[in-house]
T-cell receptor, first 117, second 114 residues
Framework: DTGVSQDPRHKITKRGQNVTFRCDPISEHNRLYWYRQTLGQGPEFLTYFQNEAQLEKSRLLSDRFSAERPKGSFSTLEIQRTEQGDSAMYLC???????????????FGAGSRLTVL | AQSVSQHNHHVILSEAASLELGCNYSYGGTVNLFWYVQYPGQHLQLLLKYFSGDPLVKGIKGFEAEFIKSKFSFNLRKPSVQWSDTAEYFCAVIASGSARQLTFGSGTQLTVLP
């Protein structure tokens, strides 16, 4: 596996339901990021992990959002009580920590598109 | 906090035309700069990056970008575009040495007419 994998690629749900997305980063990368992208906009940062520690969360990440990376490998992003405004592409990225240049080069997955009806 | 501005939202060119996409950032310290590209139906891919040294950086597929510190700019260029360059292009910035968030511009949709 040479890339960042995300699952599912597309999720359609009804307002009020919970959804969970999974991200498998590049295996040697210890940093993992979640971004959200809406139509016509660039990706917006949501949260970031180094190994299993969640080191930063954006103010965009409301209480209904939770992310975990329990063993420092894959990560999940859960959205509880979804709202129509949550409809977006949720992107996962990973990078190699410990080296200044490599640490800042993010490799993105294909994304998980959420549609809330 | 850093921010990125991409002034061109949609650019339409004919094949073989020259391309320049503008990118300006705001941040007072040393930065790392990136251009990512998203081809239709595909994921974001790194086009080129600047960390330090020569301010003119070359990326894949004949693209280059020039970092002008005094203008806080990192414009993307290509001397002759191809139909296959049709994509959305995103400029991004992060504080150098930081593990914090990569901040993206809103993107420029490039359409190349055959």
């Amino acid at each position: 596996d040479t890339g960042v994998s995300q699952d599912p690629r597309h999720k359609i749900t009804k307002r009020g339901q919970n959804v969970t997305f999974r991200c498998d980063p590049i295996s040697e990368h210890n940093r993992l990021y979640w971004y959200r992208q809406t139509l016509g906009q660039g990706p917006e940062f949501l949260t970031y992990f180094q190994n299993e520690a969640q080191l930063e969360k954006s103010r965009l990440l409301s209480d209904r959002f939770s992310a975990e990376r329990p063993k420092g490998s894959f990560s999940t992003l859960e959205i509880q009580r979804t709202e129509q405004g949550d409809s977006a592409m949720y992107l996962c990225a990973s990078s190699l920590g410990g080296q200044v240049s490599g640490a800042n080069v993010l490799t993105f997955g294909a994304g998980s598109r959420l549609t809330v009806l | 906090a850093q921010s990125v501005s991409q002034h061109n939202h949609h650019v339409i060119l004919s094949e073989a035309a020259s391309l320049e996409l503008g990118c300006n950032y705001s941040y007072g310290g040393t930065v790392n700069l990136f251009w990512y590209v998203q081809y239709p139906g595909q994921h974001l891919q790194l086009l080129l990056k600047y960390f330090s040294g020569d301010p003119l950086v070359k990326g894949i597929k004949g693209f280059e970008a020039e970092f002008i510190k005094s203008k806080f700019s990192f414009n993307l260029r290509k001397p002759s575009v191809q139909w296959s360059d049709t994509a959305e292009y995103f400029c991004a910035v992060i504080a150098s040495g930081s593990a914090r968030q990569l901040t993206f511009g809103s993107g420029t949709q490039l359409t190349v007419l055959p």
